[in-house]
């Protein structure tokens, strides 16, 4: 079964910097498109990054030079680089890929991670 699991949330203070990590693993033939994902108390769950896997990347307006999003693929594994965080930016941050199971037939299928915390206050 395909599992994503993030890492790296946490309380940060404003203006600091936070390192989100996504490995994505099990039955994995191949993955398309990889993103973040955030969710705060009472909004939305609204796209934060994304990448292709070519490398392309698009930003939310909010995160635009402050935000980065990588990936390596290699290791199955994409990562969000938050600096200059806001206290708007505190939410739980969810990874998704699109992926290709190695029994799901030719079809991409969305996966979810379980979600990680990102508090930001002094």
């Known amino acids: 079964q395909v599992q994503l699991v993030e890492s790296g949330g946490g309380l940060v203070q404003p203006g600091g910097s936070l390192r989100l990590s996504c490995a994505a693993s099990?039955?994995?033939?191949?993955?398309?498109?990889m993103g973040w994902y955030r969710q705060a108390p009472g909004k939305e769950r609204e796209l934060v990054a994304g990448i292709t896997n070519g490398g392309t990347t698009n930003y939310a307006d909010s995160v635009k030079g402050r935000f980065t999003i990588s990936r390596d693929n290699a290791k199955n594994t994409v990562y969000l680089q938050m600096n200059s965080l806001k206290p708007e930016d505190a939410a739980v941050y969810y990874c998704?890929?699109?992926?290709?199971?190695?029994?799901?037939?030719?079809?991409?299928?969305?996966?979810w991670g379980q979600g990680t915390q990102v508090t930001v206050s002094s």
């Open positions: 099990g039955g994995i033939f191949s993955i398309n498109a």
């Open positions: 998704n890929a699109d992926i290709r199971t190695l029994y799901g037939g030719i079809l991409y299928r969305p996966y």
